[in-house]
């Protein structure tokens, strides 16, 4: 606070002391002035009062206002941290998504190479199948064919055995002789008795392979002459009569028996 202006004693200390009778008389001669001291203090009372409520409503703004942005500060914080953890949590989901993305997309490249090989797997069989069937249709019409050739063979062969079985009776009576198996296919042994006169019993035999289109000498017991043999062996593969080739040998047989 201001001290209080007193004008009585600014003018009491400028004035040289007086008696007191002068100084009555004086005072009382003197105008009375009035400055409105009182007036100032209430007014200045009054402003210090106004002044205070505006400094005391300008802290109650201050914090209120600051509290308000405290609480603001602490809302965008907690915003942020929020939306941090959706950006977190969007991140972890983006990130599970492209990689089951990547799986499908493998899974779907494996699978279209699967098809792919199973495709060319399936065509390879196709054809494969295809192939086997071509062969097997070739197969059957050869089997068929060869059956037919068989059969009219063996049509052909039953009846040559018809007129061959009184022919070969004839020449085994006539000749002397008979057939035995030689313990292969296609050989043949032609066994001959009564060619000794000494000995009707003694034997001789010569086996044949007939295995091939031409007949081959495969053992001849007794020995005859090789020449001769041979002739008769040529003359069978030519002409194919085996009843001329068997009297043939027949005689051969009797020749190197005397």
Same mark, same amino acid.
């Given at each position: 606070?201001?001290?209080?202006?007193?004008?009585?004693?600014?003018?009491?200390?400028?004035?040289?002391?007086?008696?007191?009778?002068?100084?009555?008389?004086?005072?009382?001669?003197?105008?009375?002035?009035?400055?409105?001291?009182?007036?100032?203090? %209430?007014?200045? /009372? &009054? +402003?210090?009062?106004?002044?205070?409520? =505006?400094?005391?409503?300008?802290?109650?703004?201050? #914090? @209120?206002?600051?509290?308000?942005?405290?609480?603001?500060?602490?809302?965008?914080?907690?915003?942020?941290?929020?939306?941090?953890?959706?950006?977190?949590?969007?991140?972890?989901?983006?990130?599970?998504?492209?990689?089951?993305?990547?799986?499908?997309?493998?899974?779907?490249?494996?699978?279209?190479?699967?098809?792919?090989?199973?495709?060319?797997?399936?065509?390879?069989?196709?054809?494969?199948?295809?192939?086997?069937?071509?062969?097997?249709?070739?197969?059957?019409?050869?089997?068929?064919?060869?059956?037919?050739?068989?059969?009219?063979?063996?049509?052909?062969? %039953?009846?040559? /055995? &018809? +007129?061959?079985?009184?022919?070969?009776? =004839?020449?085994?009576?006539?000749?002397?002789?008979? #057939? @035995?198996?030689?313990?292969?296919?296609?050989?043949?042994?032609?066994?001959?008795?009564?060619?000794?006169?000494?000995?009707?019993?003694?034997?001789?035999?010569?086996?044949?392979?007939?295995?091939?289109?031409?007949?081959?000498?495969?053992?001849?017991?007794?020995?005859?002459?090789?020449?001769?043999?041979?002739?008769?062996?040529?003359?069978?593969?030519?002409?194919?009569?085996?009843?001329?080739?068997?009297?043939?040998?027949?005689?051969?047989?009797?020749?190197?028996?005397?």
């Amino acid at each position: 606070m201001a001290a209080i202006f007193e004008p009585s004693l600014s003018t009491s200390a400028l004035r040289a002391p007086l008696a007191s009778t002068d100084a009555l008389s004086m005072a009382d001669s003197l105008p009375n002035i009035n400055f409105g001291f009182e007036e100032l203090r %209430d007014r200045m /009372a &009054r +402003f210090t009062d106004c002044f205070d409520e =505006f400094i005391a409503r300008g802290r109650k703004r201050v #914090l @209120e206002e600051r509290n308000q942005f405290r609480m603001n500060v602490a809302e965008l914080q907690d915003d942020q941290r929020m939306k941090s953890k959706d950006i977190e949590i969007l991140t972890h989901k983006f990130s599970t998504h492209a990689q089951y993305v990547a799986k499908e997309a493998a899974e779907t490249a494996e699978m279209h190479t699967a098809i792919a090989n199973i495709t060319s797997q399936r065509d390879a069989r196709a054809a494969h199948r295809d192939k086997l069937r071509a062969e097997t249709a070739s197969l059957q019409k050869s089997i068929s064919q060869r059956l037919e050739a068989q059969k009219e063979h063996s049509e052909s062969q %039953d009846a040559q /055995a &018809r +007129f061959n079985e009184p022919e070969l009776a =004839f020449w085994v009576n006539h000749l002397c002789m008979r #057939l @035995e198996g030689a313990g292969e296919d296609d050989h043949l042994q032609f066994v001959f008795s009564h060619l000794d006169e000494r000995s009707w019993e003694r034997e001789a035999f010569i086996e044949l392979d007939m295995s091939r289109r031409d007949y081959r000498v495969v053992r001849i017991k007794p020995k005859v002459q090789e020449q001769d043999l041979e002739r008769c062996v040529e003359k069978l593969n030519e002409n194919r009569e085996l009843a001329m080739f068997l009297k043939t040998v027949r005689e051969l047989f009797v020749e190197a028996m005397t």
